[in-house]
Structures are given as C-alpha cells and as structure tokens.
C-alpha cells in the first residue's frame, strides 16, 4: 500500500460521526422552553440554530439573546442535550467506527472537533464507548474560537505533532465544517452527506469533495 500524503484527520461529531437526528434542534427547543418560555420567536431562533449548525453554540446564541440570556440558553442546551443522550437518542453514524479505526491502523491521527461545550462532549463520547478512539478532542473553549473560524483545525495540528496543514484532512457536514477547514488551508476538505446539507451546499463552502458518509472516507484518501 502507497504510504498515504496524510497525518492528521479532524472530523466533526454531531451530523458527521455521530447521528444528529434532530438532537441539536430538540435540545435547543427544550433550552428555549426552559429559559425563554415563549413561543414569540421561538421558530425564528429554531431557523437560525438549523442555518448554523456547526459553529460554536455560545456564538449562535449569542446572536440570539443579550449575554446573560445566551449563557443561561447555553447551559440548559448542554444540559437538554445531555438528557437526550440518557434517552438513548445518540447513535454512531453507520461505518463510523470501522472508517475511524481503519484510519488509524494506516498510521493517521484522529481528531474530534466539536461546537458543544466539554462536558458534552465527553457525555457523546462516553454513551458510544470512543472516548479513547481519537488523539484529541476538542471544543471551542479549547482553541479560542469555534468554525467557521479554522482556530479548532489549527489546534488539533499542534497538539497532535502534524507536520504541516497540507498534512491535514478536515471532515465536516456543514458550510462551517468546509469553511473552517479552508481557512486552515488543510490538503483536503471533505463534505459528508450525513447532515442536512447538499453537495452543492459543501462544494460551494470550500469542499474538496463531498462523500455520501465518513465510510468512504478510508477509500477516498490516497
């Protein structure tokens, strides 16, 4: 086998390897009905959450509500989301695994990216039995500024000792996946279908190509 260009592939969780299934936006509607407690542009701010999935959840808020309500809308989204994981709502997307474990036994590091808050995170990776299938993983809080901003690819590059960012492959299922992954100037940004985006959608956002699902990915790099 040709040793692949590659050393590092970041991919985001929620819509790329982990089902979304509606999670984000129920657990924003809980959030909504727990802090807001009003249905006076609640589908508003649900069409906003849908148009910027992605990105880091403070920042989506926060273009929604004054500071103090952001944060609180914040907190009880992580903590919806988390009950929604009790519920049994968080599956792997199908081949995940199997694409991630074969990414590895060809020498590659693995990154997840993410734009919910730590605990969250580790609430996701836990429920899938993957909290030691990746390098590292990351969170907005961790690298300054969450997608479309390339803060958490570049930092995923200097904790896991990758060469250059022609060495990186970014996977993502949203614009802002793509966009970040541009802007770190990684070798090869990879759309998934997995989420609630087009090809046209990813193409158009900066991705080098767009794959059905991250089971592809294996045998799409070089």
Do not use: Y
Request: glycine share 10%; proline share 5%; charged share 20%.
């Amino acid at each position: 086998m040709t040793p692949t260009p590659f050393e590092l592939v970041v991919l985001d969780m929620a819509g790329t390897t982990v089902v979304d299934d509606g999670l984000v936006e129920s657990a924003f509607a809980r959030a909504w009905d727990r802090v807001v407690a009003t249905q006076d542009g609640r589908d508003a701010a649900l069409d906003h959450v849908r148009a910027t999935m992605g990105q880091s959840k403070i920042d989506v808020f926060r273009a929604l509500a004054s500071e103090p309500v952001a944060q609180e809308l914040n907190v009880a989204f992580e903590g919806a989301f988390r009950e929604l994981i009790e519920e049994g709502r968080c599956e792997a997307i199908p081949g995940a695994r199997e694409a991630i474990e074969s990414l590895r036994g060809r020498g590659l590091k693995i990154a997840f990216t993410t734009g919910f808050a730590r605990p969250t995170a580790d609430a996701i990776l836990h429920s899938l039995g993957w909290s030691d299938l990746a390098d590292v993983v990351l969170t907005p809080s961790d690298a300054g500024r969450g997608r479309p901003a390339p803060d958490l690819n570049l930092t995923a590059l200097l904790r896991t000792a990758t060469s250059s960012v022609s060495a990186m492959v970014c996977v993502g299922d949203t614009e802002s996946d793509a966009a970040s992954g541009r802007a770190a100037g990684a070798g090869l940004v990879v759309g998934v279908l997995t989420g609630s985006r087009t090809e046209e959608a990813l193409l158009s956002a900066g991705a080098d190509v767009v794959l059905a699902s991250i089971a592809d990915l294996p045998s799409t790099l070089p």
